[in-house]
T-cell receptor
Framework: DTEVTQTPKHLVMGMTNKKSLKCEQHMGHRAMYWYKQKAKKPPELMFVYSYEKLSINESVPSRFSPECPNSSLLNLHLHALQPEDSALYLC????????????FGDGTRLSIL | GNSVTQMEGPVTLSEEAFLTINCTYTATGYPSLFWYVQYPGEGLQLLLKATKADDKGSNKGFEATYRKETTSFHLEKGSVQVSDSAVYFCALSDRAYNTDKLIFGTGTRLQVFP
């Protein structure tokens, strides 16, 4: 069982839809991350939140909009996505101190029609 | 910049065989090193970690030693099982903007047959 919970597990949406991915952790971690993973590739970092503030945006298109409402929750708002955005989206969290491991959720598998 | 290089897969082994997956890294400073495992349809699970030179991480029969002199962190297991079939990622932490970034290798698929 993972300690980082992501919902939904699967999402199919059209290019004009708006949807949100959700991530929750109750380990007291103060850093949270969004990754995108394509098949047979390693995860690619998208965003990092540290103490609920956006600290890293890896030049992600504006059709992806992250939000951190509190220290336990992380959302990723999706709008006007493209077929190439179909992927596994992973959330992770860690204690925000140097060299600490990140703990991953099981991801949301997103398909864009 | 920092980077991680892993051996190409897939690695195909019979049950109870010895496993080695090579990982080397390039880094400024002294990063922490990790092995993650990803089973089909799941997220990444931390398998083991090492935070300084000569540290040995171990878990579930897997081991890896942080070798500064050879900049390596090879994963080993003495006797693999079918249930070990998965993709294994080597990674290092890269502290940027006071927040850790993980730099991943390309991943190595392990297939274990009975």
């Amino acid at each position: 069982d993972t300690e980082v919970t992501q919902t939904p597990k699967h999402l199919v949406m059209g290019m004009t839809n708006k949807k949100s991915l959700k991530c929750e952790q109750h380990m007291g971690h103060r850093a949270m991350y969004w990754y995108k993973q394509k098949a047979k590739k390693p995860p690619e970092l998208m965003f990092v939140y540290s103490y609920e503030k956006l600290s890293i945006n890896e030049s992600v298109p504006s059709r992806f909009s992250p939000e951190c409402p509190n220290s336990s929750l992380l959302n990723l708002h999706l709008h006007a996505l493209q077929p190439e955005d179909s992927a596994l989206y992973l959330c992770a969290s860690s204690q925000d101190r140097g060299g600490q491991p990140q703990h991953f959720g099981d991801g949301t598998r997103l398909s864009i029609l | 910049g920092n980077s991680v290089t892993q051996m190409e897969g897939p690695v195909t082994l019979s049950e109870e065989a010895f496993l080695t997956i090579n990982c080397t890294y390039t880094a400024t400073g002294y990063p922490s090193l990790f092995w993650y495992v990803q089973y089909p349809g799941e997220g990444l699970q931390l398998l083991l970690k090492a935070t300084k030179a000569d540290d040995k991480g171990s878990n579930k029969g897997f081991e890896a030693t942080y070798r500064k002199e050879t900049t390596s962190f090879h994963l080993e297991k003495g006797s693999v099982q079918v249930s070990d079939s998965a993709v294994y990622f080597c990674a290092l932490s890269d502290r940027a903007y006071n927040t850790d970034k993980l730099i991943f290798g390309t991943g190595t698929r392990l297939q274990v047959f009975p």
